[in-house]
């Protein structure tokens, strides 16, 4: 496998991005990895060297990139009142959908031209925070983001205009929808909100909750991780990325 740091150009600075490719076969269907709260982290890293090792090419980017490069955090960045934790939740908090929409733009012109990068359709796919990012690509490039996945991405009902339910109508690919059963920021009365309102779209793909698991189950050293449901989420991801 081929690791690269690409440092994409975009309206607000440059965005660290993570490569990984296979070495021989390509080229390879482009796949845009976005991270989850905690940030770039190795066992994000660990992810995309599995994806790709099927045969992709793995664009994972640092989104915190306009409060600084490098912007990463220790093992305790998910214990509340610590240092990680608060730097963290100061970056967090003014994420919204819009720029994060033209982070994909710039991703999606970086790959454009690319040897290693098979022309045609592109997934993307984000766990907790990006959940709504990936689903908001969909919507926002229907012509290019031809598969998106969201696992236990966080309120994807909210008062925002860029609010992810009221956009599904627009997806023209296939998009798949993994909520925990145990989560607070997706409890299962906005899930069932949800699923109906995903229903009434017309949008075609799956919402699919997993029983017993709390949010986090997909990540090997969270202290929620269960293997079986990860393993499923793997199961759907890559099965997603093959109907491309």
Request: aromatic fraction near 10%; glycine fraction near 8%; charge should be negative.
């Amino acid at each position: 496998m081929i690791e690269e740091i690409a440092h994409i150009e975009t309206d607000d600075g440059k965005m660290e991005t993570f490569i990984f490719r296979p070495e021989r076969n390509g080229p390879h269907p482009a796949i845009f990895f976005l991270m989850d709260a905690p940030g770039i982290r190795e066992e994000l890293k660990d992810m995309a060297r599995r994806l790709s090792s099927v045969g992709y090419y793995v664009l994972l980017p640092n989104l915190y990139y306009r409060a600084g490069q490098n912007t990463t955090f220790g093992p305790d960045v998910l214990t509340e009142g610590s240092e990680d934790y608060k730097a963290m939740r100061a970056i967090r908090t003014k994420m919204t959908i819009p720029p994060v929409m033209e982070d994909i733009k710039s991703m999606l012109t970086y790959i454009d031209g690319i040897n290693e990068v098979k022309n045609g359709p592109v997934g993307c796919h984000g766990y907790c925070m990006s959940g709504p990012y990936a689903l908001a690509s969909a919507a926002r490039f229907p012509d290019q983001i031809d598969a998106a996945a969201s696992f236990y991405g966080t309120w994807l009902i909210n008062d925002a205009e860029e609010s992810p339910h009221l956009n599904l109508d627009k997806i023209k690919g296939e998009i798949y929808i993994a909520c925990a059963e145990h989560d607070e920021l997706a409890p299962l009365d906005m899930v069932e909100e949800l699923k109906l309102l995903f229903g009434q779209s017309g949008a075609k793909g799956e919402l699919e909750v997993y029983p017993g698991v709390h949010h986090g189950f997909a990540f090997p050293l969270r202290w929620c991780y269960d293997q079986p449901a990860a393993e499923r989420h793997w199961e759907r991801l890559i099965a997603l990325y093959k109907r491309i």
